[in-house]
């Protein structure tokens, strides 16, 4: 393998732009047949000796670094005037050396409803066997098995021979990942199967994505290109910044023929035999095809740039999840992770210790070990599930911009809300206090951390109908996009958003787990006292922010639905460009993405091997 600057007649089979968590899954399978040559561009370096990267709890050190892409929201109306940060991976990996490390399924339904876009091919039957594919789920022992609940793994749906290495953090020291399960067993909540079948509803211990032998993060960098670095026909160039696709538009269908991008301070042109795959995430791949000359015509001739494909809909369709939490004070002698978050150094002394002797301690954990998918708690029987009803009829659908993909999105959107299958939120638990209001943190200092230690119970919505946009800012390549996610510009969703924010404070009431909050504890902020749904509402305009999950930019749909790619996930309008990550997704499913875009890239490199 390579990874110094290409020589400027640089030539591959297949160039990938971005070395990121689908770009490396593509190069890894691609390069299998050492007939064919793979060149990778990543923007970001290399980091596999990181130990940044490789401990799981400095997952969150890691956002606002060198590492991050740091872009940030547009001021956003329904959150009361603020600007999001939306932190992206800029290393070999990309976002999955990034992130919590949380592995949580999709549903059945969110993926089934891709196929009702006009993609043949990709519903959940056709995707979940590339859901077991990319990751080998390892089991603790019998006691620890019993302590997280976790009887109801079927291993027909798991994976047992992928390269991430998955495993649970829980340990039998730590009583509140067991209180998790049993408080919602004592709410007849407990989960109904095993999440990764795509029909489950509950509360679960959920699998993260930490190697249990070494206890590092397994990411699409140590798992799938660290193995097969050495292979001739594979070259990943670190530091490479793609400027352009280079199309030809003399024939009757675009062609991509290779592309443009600085790396090692020169221009460079690498040209691709076959075809140029962009990979380089929910906010670049837009911007790349924009800064190649496809996107909306208007947009592209107010920043100078000549249109090669007019189609508005590059940069459309951006969805995420929101989340928000309210930390509560636990009794004396939970150990949580605040002591680590405020950098106390005897804390650190401490846990570094354990981890460098017996890879054990706080230093092994990463994001969430808890979580659950909920209807709202008030409305999970018959009689609520008519409330519900009566709530979405109060918000009807919406038709504005783009009213045909709209008017399909609002309707697939609310059939899986409507089926009650599949709940409407998602809840979890975070060991630490969480900083929830702008006026606890600066850019220069960070987080303010109270004294004491708390847990928090968060909420998720797994099924917005708000949708945004990303779309480039100038013609300059290195100039960031303009992001506007549009949250809570559908008033549904903060209604329903605001349901779950009371079943946190439900479920911190409810035994066991309520024996582990003092009874008069601190919470993370004076407006985290709630009372009303009133109050939940405004709690949530003043703290939700993203939960990493953007996606949808390059959207997988026909074109009058709002597409960008087809079912080949070929851009429409040309014969060999590509789009392969996040942005491709038509619907967000509820979860985090992380497990669909590594089965989104396994997918495609077969279909891509199939058309070879």
Known sequence: MSNSSPDISSTADYVIVGGGTSGLVLASRLS???????????????????????????????????????????????????????????????????????????????????ASFGNP??????????????????????????????????KNVSGDSGPIQTSFTGVLENPMAKAWVETFQNLHLETTTDPFTGISLGAY??????????????????????????????????????????????????????????????????????????????????????????????????????????????????QDHLMTGVSFEVIDGIQTADPLMRREPQALKAAQEM?????????????????????????????????????????????????????????????????GDDGSGALFLFQAQGVTHENEATDDHGPIYQPGNFSSIGCIQTHPLSKGRSHISSKKPGAKPDIDPCYF?????????????????????????????????????????IKSLEDAKQYLIDTAKTTYHCCGTCSMRSKDQGGVVDSSLIVWGTRNLRVVDASIFPLISRGNTMSTVYAVAEKAADLIKAGA
Not at 45 to 70: C, K, M, Y
Request: include cysteine.
């Open 205 to 318: 211990s959920n699998m993260s994505t930490v190697d249990p032998i070494t206890k590092t993060r397994s990411y699409a960098a140590s798992a799938y290109a660290a193995p097969v670095m050495t292979r001739s026909n594979l070259s990943i160039i670190f530091g490479a910044e793609v400027q352009r696709v280079l199309l030809d538009s003399s024939g009757s269908t675009v062609e991509a023929h290779g592309v443009e991008a600085i790396a090692g301070g020169q221009l460079r042109v690498i040209k691709a035999q076959k075809e140029v795959i962009v990979a380089a995430g929910v906010f670049q791949s837009p911007k790349l095809l924009e800064l190649s000359g496809i996107g909306g015509h208007e947009l592209l001739s107010k920043h100078g740039i000549d249109t090669i494909i007019d189609n508005p809909n590059v940069g459309e369709n951006l």
């Open 489 to 529: 510009s559908h008033p549904l969703d903060l209604e329903l958003m605001s349901c779950h924010l009371l079943a946190c404070l439900k479920v911190r009431d409810t035994e066991p787990i309520s024996r582990y909050f003092k009874p008069n504890g601190k919470r993370n902020h004076d407006k985290a006292y």
């Open 32 to 114: 299998e047949n050492p007939n064919v040559s793979v060149t990778v561009l990543e923007a970001g370096e290399n980091h596999l000796d990181d130990p940044r990267t490789n401990i799981p709890a400095f997952w969150s050190s890691l956002v606002g670094t060198e590492l991050d892409w740091q872009f940030k929201s547009l001021s956003q109306q329904g959150l009361r005037g603020r600007a999001i940060k939306l932190p992206q991976g800029k290393l070999l990996g990309g976002s999955s050396g990034l992130n919590g490390q949380t592995l949580v399924a999709p549903s059945k339904a969110g993926i089934d409803s891709w």
């Open 121 to 154: 091919g990709w519903d959940w039957a056709s995707l979940s066997p590339y859901y077991r594919k990319f990751y080998t789920l390892n089991l603790p022992d019998e006691a620890t098995k019993q302590h997280l609940g976790i009887e109801w793994i079927d």
């Open 355 to 419: 981890y460098q002797t017996q890879k054990t301690g706080p230093f092994t954990i990463g994001g969430i070990g808890s979580h659950a998918y909920l209807p709202i708690l008030e409305l999970a029987d018959l009689e609520g599930k008519q409330r519900q009803a009566d709530l979405l009829a109060e918000f009807p659908a919406s038709i504005t911009a783009h009213a045909e993909a709209n008017k399909a999105h609002e309707k697939a959107v609310r059939q899986i809300i409507e089926s």
